[in-house]
């Protein structure tokens, strides 16, 4: 039943309900109108729920605030509080549920599990339910169990979204996956997709659920394996981007995520990684190259700390009473998202060690009660330089480069600036007097 096919065209727009108004959730919804469907988002959080009644975004992602306003306008697109209303019409119900990284590293299924219970006597005869959460192998059969509803068929359609970049995912999509027991109700679910020109790949459930696990663990081993690239190229005195714009250039490896950085982070990559290393140990598989993917996130990350530490500590060999500038804080530049920052393991390391952090975001405002012990944000970089033993580039923000370098570097104590991003201009930055060290290449000082 599975291969990948073109996509049939729609013959009618759907009635599409959405549980869960999250970035994925969110941009599904606010997408499937776009394509015509009639979508219902329902949330718990009333408060969101009549913010985007008001097509207020919370959520930095380019275009959504637009697709919202836009299906509200045209009536395809309505927010309610009520879950049990929101499906009852549905021939297609969404699950976008969280499902965080929960006891032992496996994915917390609490949401997946109450909204199903709170659905189960609500939906129509005939509609399909679709996990668009990222779930276990199994969940959509587990799903259809707590349903209880064999005319209901449940299906997976992993998303492939990433963070900052929802909107333009979702419409311009690598493939749409779904994958079902019931191959009539996996095929009506892809069909929602057929205005968008991407293959489909029409599956069993196992493998659409294995398919998403698969993905965010091969780029998790890609970014790990720049990263411990990046640490040979420092000892051998090659230049990482020159070595990886020599691999990536060969097709079957591929430019994209070979760029070294702080360690890989945000809402999915640590925690979908661990959720496979779960069931791999609970199902008795070992797969040394999924621990290593993850160890060696860890051990480059503490690596980038003694480097800091190598060069900023006093006589005791800690940073205590170090001052420290951190300019950026987010997992990545676009997003204003902390969940699994690298930026924020970092900080903890150096915090433990006695640093004295102060940083800069642009998407972060100067109040975030929940940082206070870790960092005072500034609302300046400027202000982050004053008196600190070193800078350190933590998120890759563009205007980061344009910075009146020159200014910071009047401010700063030392001299150092660890561009942990390969992000800075070399010689604007010697200019102003500052020594950059970027990660693998010969600038770097190997620690
Ligand atoms: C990721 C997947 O890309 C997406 O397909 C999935 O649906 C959700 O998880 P996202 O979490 O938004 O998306 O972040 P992504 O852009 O993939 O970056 C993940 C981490 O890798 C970030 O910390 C980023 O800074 C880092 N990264 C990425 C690098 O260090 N180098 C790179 O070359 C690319």
């Not at 079957?252 to 990684?273: H, N, Q, V, Y």
């Not at 530490?309 to 987010?330: E, F, H, I, S, Y």
């Amino acid at each position: 039943m599975s291969g990948t096919t073109a996509p049939r065209s729609a013959d009618r727009p759907a009635r599409v309900a959405v549980v869960g108004t999250g970035y994925v959730g969110l941009t599904t919804g606010a997408c499937l109108a776009s394509l015509g469907h009639r979508v219902v988002c329902a949330d718990a959080d009333a408060g969101k729920v009549e913010r985007l009644r008001r097509a207020e975004v919370d959520i930095l992602e380019p275009g959504l605030p637009e697709l919202v306003r836009d299906g509200l306008g045209s009536g395809r697109l309505e927010f309610v509080r009520d879950t049990p209303a929101a499906v009852r019409e549905a021939d297609v119900v969404f699950l976008c549920l969280p499902t965080p990284m929960g006891a032992g590293g496996a994915a917390d299924l609490a949401a997946v599990e109450a909204v199903a219970r709170e659905i189960r006597t609500e939906l129509p005869d005939g509609c399909v339910v679709v996990n668009k959460s990222t779930v276990p192998v199994g969940t959509s059969e587990r799903v259809g169990a707590l349903l209880g509803r064999p005319e209901v068929p449940v299906v997976s359609n992993p998303e492939f979204l990433r963070e900052g970049h929802a909107v333009h995912d979702f419409l311009h999509p690598d493939r749409v996956v779904v994958g079902g027991a019931d191959p009539e109700a996996a095929r009506r679910v892809a069909d929602l997709y057929a205005p968008l020109a991407a293959p489909h790949v029409v599956t069993d459930a196992a493998s659409a659920e294995l398919t998403k696990y698969a993905a965010n663990f091969f780029l998790a081993m890609k970014l790990s394996f720049a990263n411990n690239l990046a640490t040979l190229c420092e000892r051998f005195g090659a230049d990482v981007a020159d070595v990886t714009a020599g691999i990536g250039r060969d097709p079957r490896i591929g430019e994209a995520f070979l760029k070294p950085g702080p360690g890989w982070g945000g809402s999915c990559l640590p925690k979908d990684t661990h959720a496979l290393l779960s069931v791999c140990e609970a199902a008795g598989i070992d797969f040394p190259l999924l621990r290593a993917t993850i160890e060696t996130n860890v051990e480059h990350q503490r690596r980038l700390v003694e480097r800091v530490v190598a060069q900023c500590a006093g006589p005791d060999g800690t940073l205590t009473g170090v001052r420290l500038a951190l300019l950026g804080l987010a997992f990545k530049a676009g997003t204003s998202d902390l969940r699994d920052s690298p930026a924020l393991a970092l900080a903890r390391q150096l915090r433990e060690r006695g640093a004295e952090l102060f940083a800069y975001d642009p998407a972060l405002s100067e109040t975030r009660p929940d940082l206070s012990d870790l960092v005072t944000l500034t609302g300046d970089p400027l202000e982050a330089a004053d008196g600190a033993a070193a800078c350190l580039v933590l998120t890759e923000w563009p205007q980061f480069r344009d910075l009146d370098w020159p200014a910071i570097a009047a401010r700063l104590d030392g001299r150092v600036v660890h561009d942990f991003r390969n992000l800075l201009d070399q010689d604007r930055l010697e200019r102003a007097g500052l020594v950059r060290q970027s990660i693998g290449s010969a600038f770097t000082m190997a620690g």
